[in-house]
């Protein structure tokens, strides 16, 4: 017979399905099931009708998505598949048992064109091809599913799989001199952070469902989000800022994505971290 796990982890062993795992394992939970993109394939309607009669979860986290951003501009079909359909299905599967579902969107669907704080209200415009398909996933939930919570995130690194950190500190050891774009500014996030929340959401259990903004708080630009992590990991290397222009990519990213997380702290009773302290951590762990 097996153990019912009452939460289910989709896209577990991408980055912040690892966190996830990591805090949960600090914080002595032990009934999560961490799925990969076998065994826990969001596509697949027959093996998530198995998995949740198996294990009757009472929630469902979705890490799992096509992140991808540049190539998402040539892919699009398979990124609307993941991030609405895969989205789609898991609601559906949550509506008919009984679940609630955590899943996770991005600062990519505005537009952010105005330096203005962007609030749970503020209308969604993305510009490229993953806000989008994050977008039409996040409408697709609330359309199936009245027992959710998405939480909109952004820039978010940790020591595990691929991020901005792990990809500056390699680039920084190979080369000289790096151009970083200093003209799109938003706020990284510790994935270790948005982790011990969405934990934090679910032991509260207050059933405010909804949308809610959550990153790490303050404010910077790629440019200085990279020169912190060469300063706290002792790289030498000649950093430039540049502008977008200088620094052409497949998709349009927002020039400004600074999310007001008013609404996620007041509803929780949660404090944030300040990006640079996250960001020594982070650091401290890659460096062991
Ligand atoms: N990374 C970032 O900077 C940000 C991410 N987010 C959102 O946070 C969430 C977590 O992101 P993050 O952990 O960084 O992303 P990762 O890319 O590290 O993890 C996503 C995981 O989803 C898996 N996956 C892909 N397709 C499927 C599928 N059909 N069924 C099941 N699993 C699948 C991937 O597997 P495989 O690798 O094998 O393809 C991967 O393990 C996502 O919703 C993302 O949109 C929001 C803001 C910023
Ligand atoms: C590698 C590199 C990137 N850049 C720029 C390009 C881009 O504007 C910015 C970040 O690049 P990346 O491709 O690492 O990050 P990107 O994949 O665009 O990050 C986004 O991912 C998705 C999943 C999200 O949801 C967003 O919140 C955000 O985190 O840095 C440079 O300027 N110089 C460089 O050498």
Redesign the pocket.
Known sequence: MSIKNNILV??G?????SCIEKVSLERGLTTLLYL??IQ????DLDLLHQLFQQEGPRFVI??????AVDKAEDDFELCKK??QD?AENLAGLCAEYNATLIH????FVFEGNLPKLLNEQDIANPINVYGKT?LDGELGIARLLDTHYIIR?????SEF???FVKTMRKLGNDHDELGVIVDQVGTP?Y?IDLAGVILDIITIDNEKYGTYHYSNEGVTSWYDFAKGVFDLSRIEVKLNPIPESAYPTKAIRPAFSVMDKSKIKTTFGIAIPYWRDSLVKCINELNK
């Not at 996770?104 to 600062?107: A, G, L, Q, V």
């Open positions: 989709f896209g062993l991408g980055q912040l399905g990969d993109e826990g394939n969001i596509l979705n890490c799992a998505a096509y992140t993941i991030n895969g996770i969107s991005t600062d994050k995130t952004s820039w978010l690194y799989a691929n991020n996030t994935a």
